[in-house]
């Protein structure tokens, strides 16, 4: 398993981590046996992988705190502790909120609100990124009826998508059951795809996108120019949105990198994409942005994530947006 492999002359690595947990002496029930399972799994891989771990009872120091950050979400999930909040994306050609992004938060008993890069990691190790994917679906869907109900029709929500709901075979029943139970068409719904979760090239991901598309729903690729094959999956995969990541909206002001930014929305563009940065937090950003065509903006320039009830207020209150 140690040598490479290459696909298209570039070459790869795998490695191999394995946790083991034996019955009956780490526990008798197969939910408890999984659990102390995962656990000695994430110890090798925190270990630097391609190692074996059996789980113990003294659990090592290094994984304390993600051993009780693993317990208490699956607590979490249970007792209902997650929170979908709503960030506003603004048009700049309608000076109007377009829609939101779906942002999980965990309103934790003990540590108060915490934010998603301290739990999702965890979460996406083990089973819990499916559950997790699943509530923030219904939550969405749920919150747009809301908002068609207060008289907001148009408005679309994107929601996150990770490689394991892409690869596990339940997101497209998911969409459906998700849009079925709150009877709203899909083209209230985007999906935001990282590059990194489409480094699977295989048809059966391609198949999966033309079939969700064919629901109506919409598909943007997240936080694009930070992996290594982003013109590829351009061509390759039938999406309606690019986004543009934070990371270069940051540096709006460099002569280089804002050249990159015109770039990246003239090739979007060209190929009849709508083009949205995040990240916008000054008004530099904001007109930069706007002169080179970009479409929708989203960012602490115009709203912090909200939750359901300040989101609702936020429509009522900006029905035009001075951009």
């Given at each position: 398993?140690?040598?490479?492999?290459?696909?298209?002359?570039?070459?790869?690595?795998?490695?191999?981590?394995?946790?083991?947990?034996?019955?009956?002496?780490?526990?008798?029930?197969?939910?408890?046996?999984?659990?102390?399972?995962?656990?000695?799994?994430?110890?090798?891989?925190?270990?630097?992988?391609?190692?074996?771990?059996?789980?113990?009872?003294?659990?090592?120091?290094?994984?304390?705190?993600?051993?009780?950050?693993?317990?208490?979400?699956?607590?979490?999930?249970?007792?209902?502790?997650?929170?979908?909040?709503?960030?506003?994306?603004?048009?700049?050609?309608?000076?109007?909120?377009?829609?939101?992004?779906?942002?999980?938060?965990?309103?934790?008993p003990v540590r108060g609100l915490i934010a998603p890069d301290t739990f999702l990691p965890f979460a996406e190790e083990s089973s819990l990124i499916s559950e997790i994917g699943y509530f923030v679906?219904?939550?969405?869907?749920?919150?747009?009826?809301?908002?068609?109900?207060?008289?907001?029709?148009?408005?679309?929500?994107?929601?996150?998508?990770?490689?394991?709901?892409?690869?596990?075979?339940?997101?497209?029943?998911?969409?459906?059951?998700?849009?079925?139970?709150?009877?709203?068409?899909?083209?209230?719904?985007?999906?935001?795809?990282?590059?990194?979760?489409?480094?699977?090239h295989s048809k059966n991901v391609e198949k999966l996108l033309e079939q969700i598309k064919k629901e109506n729903i919409s598909i943007s690729l997240d936080d694009f120019g930070t992996g290594y094959?982003?013109?590829?999956?351009?061509?390759?995969?039938?999406?309606?949105?690019?986004?543009?990541?934070?990371?270069?909206?940051?540096?709006?002001?460099?002569?280089?990198?804002?050249?990159?930014?015109?770039?990246?929305?003239?090739?979007?563009?060209?190929?009849?994409?709508?083009?949205?940065?995040?990240?916008?937090?000054?008004?530099?950003?904001?007109?930069?942005?706007?002169?080179?065509?970009?479409?929708?903006?989203?960012?602490?320039?115009?709203?912090?994530?909200?939750?359901?009830?300040?989101?609702?207020?936020?429509?009522?209150?900006?029905?035009?947006?001075?951009?």
């Amino acid at each position: 398993m140690n040598k490479p492999f290459y696909i298209n002359l570039q070459e790869h690595f795998i490695t191999v981590s394995i946790g083991v947990a034996l019955y009956p002496e780490h526990g008798r029930q197969i939910d408890s046996l999984n659990i102390h399972a995962e656990q000695a799994l994430a110890e090798a891989k925190q270990l630097g992988g391609n190692t074996i771990r059996l789980y113990s009872h003294k659990a090592s120091p290094l994984l304390n705190s993600s051993i009780n950050l693993d317990r208490d979400l699956r607590q979490a999930i249970k007792n209902k502790e997650l929170i979908v909040y709503y960030q506003p994306k603004i048009s700049l050609t309608s000076k109007k909120v377009y829609g939101f992004e779906a942002l999980i938060r965990w309103n934790h008993p003990v540590r108060g609100l915490i934010a998603p890069d301290t739990f999702l990691p965890f979460a996406e190790e083990s089973s819990l990124i499916s559950e997790i994917g699943y509530f923030v679906l219904l939550e969405t869907c749920k919150q747009i009826k809301s908002w068609i109900n207060h008289g907001f029709p148009d408005i679309s929500v994107s929601v996150n998508i990770v490689a394991q709901q892409i690869h596990r075979g339940r997101l497209l029943t998911d969409l459906k059951e998700a849009l079925e139970l709150y009877n709203i068409d899909g083209h209230h719904l985007e999906l935001e795809i990282t590059e990194s979760s489409l480094i699977d090239h295989s048809k059966n991901v391609e198949k999966l996108l033309e079939q969700i598309k064919k629901e109506n729903i919409s598909i943007s690729l997240d936080d694009f120019g930070t992996g290594y094959s982003s013109l590829a999956y351009l061509t390759r995969y039938p999406f309606d949105t690019l986004k543009i990541d934070r990371a270069f909206v940051n540096k709006i002001g460099d002569h280089k990198d804002e050249a990159i930014i015109t770039a990246m929305i003239a090739m979007g563009k060209a190929m009849g994409m709508n083009i949205v940065a995040e990240g916008v937090e000054t008004i530099e950003q904001v007109n930069f942005l706007k002169h080179q065509g970009c479409d929708i903006l989203q960012g602490f320039y115009f709203s912090k994530p909200l939750n359901a009830l300040e989101s609702t207020e936020f429509l009522k209150q900006h029905k035009l947006i001075a951009v």
